[in-house]
């Protein structure tokens, strides 16, 4: 373990009493996820027209 990791560690704890990544984020971290994970449903209900389209060629 390294001490870096160790302090992020301890202020995180006494920050949010949590050790946990997902309660240590800030609100715009969480909205980029939430946003991050639209996009890619976008894009993979975009493909799939262009997938049929193949297939029917």
Known sequence: MTPSAL?????Q?????SFKAKDNRIPEQNE?????KE???L???N?????????MA
């Not at 704890?13 to 009493?17: D, E, K, L, P, W």
């Not at 493909?47 to 049929?52: E, H």
């Open 7 to 11: 302090d992020r560690w301890i202020s």
């Open 13 to 17: 704890s006494g920050n949010s009493g």
């Open 32 to 36: 980029l996820i939430v946003l991050r």
């Open 39 to 41: 996009l890619k449903q």
């Open 43 to 45: 894009g993979m209900e």
């Open 47 to 55: 493909d799939i027209p262009k997938q049929a389209a193949l297939i």
